[in-house]
């Protein structure tokens, strides 16, 4: 089955974000807010590690200049900011942490188990070779991380694992049409610009800033489009 890893990365996601959700209701409000200061600082760890793989100064300049225009358009931000409050007015949900919301949890967790090259590389290994041994690797990875941020950032996390379904099986079906334009060079300058938002969300996270991340999500696909004309 071609999409057996992208579904397997997805469901991993889900198990992990509802078995974090479980732990996450035997906390107390001191330590979930203990917790999340920790995590917000392991979320910053995980941006910066990424950051210095780009290799097109101007492309991932460029690349956050027209993606930040083409979300602002939009208003990404807060189109997910909407669609979190109605599932939580839904599903009633009540949250430890009143300062984190579904949307907050959702859109960490996508830019987190969606930027890096292992997601592009495995899903292409499996639209190429029908060989999902890298995307299952990830999906083991993916499945304890949201452990841990579920158990600070609630059943958003969770959801991210649809996300990764349709990002990876995506990249899987499209995989001999993307495969020439996916270059080391590209993966690693989406990368940079992946991580530049990883890091903005732990600020967020941290309360030192207030960045609409999701009005910057565009560029992370921009150097793929710029390597068409540079």
């Given at each position: 089955m071609i999409l057996a890893g992208?579904?397997?990365?997805?469901v991993a996601i889900i198990i992990g974000g509802i078995v974090g959700m479980l732990l996450r209701s035997g906390l107390s409000e001191r330590v979930a807010s203990a917790l999340m200061n920790a995590l917000s600082l392991c979320v910053l760890y995980i941006g910066i590690s990424g950051l210095f793989s780009g290799e097109n100064m101007m492309v991932i300049i460029l690349s956050?200049?027209?993606?930040?225009?083409?979300?602002?358009?939009f208003d990404l931000n807060q189109k997910i900011t909407v669609f979190g409050n109605r599932l939580e007015l839904k599903f009633a949900?009540?949250?430890?942490?009143?300062?984190i919301s579904i949307a907050q949890g959702f859109v960490t967790?996508?830019?987190i188990v969606c930027v890096g090259a292992m997601g592009i590389v495995g899903s292409l290994q499996s639209g190429l070779a029908n060989d999902h041994s890298t995307l299952f690797a990830k999906?083991?990875?993916?499945?304890?991380v949201c452990i841990v941020l579920a158990s600070t950032l609630g059943i958003g996390v969770a959801l991210s694992g649809f996300v990764i379904i349709l990002y990876e099986g995506s990249l899987t079906l499209f995989a001999s049409v993307l495969a020439p334009l996916l270059t080391d060079?590209?993966?690693n300058d989406l990368t940079t610009v992946?991580?530049?938002?990883?890091?903005?969300?732990?600020?967020n996270l941290l309360k030192v800033t207030d960045i609409k991340v999701m009005n910057l999500a565009p560029a992370v696909f921009m150097p793929i489009i710029f390597s068409l004309f540079m």
């Open positions: 992208a579904l397997v990365n997805g956050l200049v027209a993606g930040t225009l083409i979300g602002e358009l949900s009540k949250s430890k942490n009143s300062s967790a996508s830019l999906a083991l990875i993916d499945g304890i060079s590209v993966i992946g991580s530049l938002l990883i890091i903005a969300l732990s600020l």
